[in-house]
Each structure stands twice: as C-alpha cells, then as structure tokens.
C-alpha cells in the first residue's frame, strides 16, 4: 500500500484565513496541552475562549442558517 502513495506526496494544507487549530481532550471537550483530538474551529471559538460561550448556547452570531454555517 506505501509504494501506491509514493507517486502521490502529501500537499501541504493551506489553512483558510479565520480558521485556527486547538487540541481537545475528547471526552470533556476542554482545551489539553498535549494529546486530546486537533480540532479546527472559527479563530476566536476554541473551547475556553470568550466567544465560545455563545457558540455553545447556540446563539447564531453570524446571522445564517446554522447548518451552512457548518458546511
């Protein structure tokens, strides 16, 4: 299986703008140093954060259907 990706590297992925990376531990969800899942959220929602509260409430801040928000 390895030499049928050796014609294939892998791309480095570009990470869009207002998207950053937290590491969560999977059962509680609260932010982990090390370990845990590495998870992408909207910059500024990453569990601990202050805007995170709202996301969690549910409150739609952005003012679109909530299932786009998500895709």
């Given at each position: 299986?390895?030499?049928?990706?050796?014609?294939?590297?892998?791309?480095?992925?570009?990470?869009?703008?207002?998207?950053?990376f937290?590491?969560?531990?999977?059962?509680?969800?609260?932010?982990?140093?090390?370990?845990?899942?590495?998870l992408?959220?909207?910059?500024?929602?990453?569990?601990?954060?202050?805007?995170?509260?709202?996301?969690?409430?549910?409150?739609?801040?952005?003012?679109?259907?909530?299932?786009?928000?998500?895709?």
């Amino acid at each position: 299986a390895k030499s049928a990706f050796q014609a294939y590297p892998p791309d480095d992925f570009e990470v869009p703008d207002g998207i950053s990376f937290a590491n969560v531990d999977q059962t509680s969800g609260h932010l982990v140093e090390s370990g845990g899942l590495r998870l992408p959220f909207y910059t500024g929602t990453e569990p601990g954060s202050s805007t995170s509260e709202e996301a969690i409430s549910g409150v739609n801040t952005r003012g679109e259907d909530l299932l786009k928000q998500m895709f």
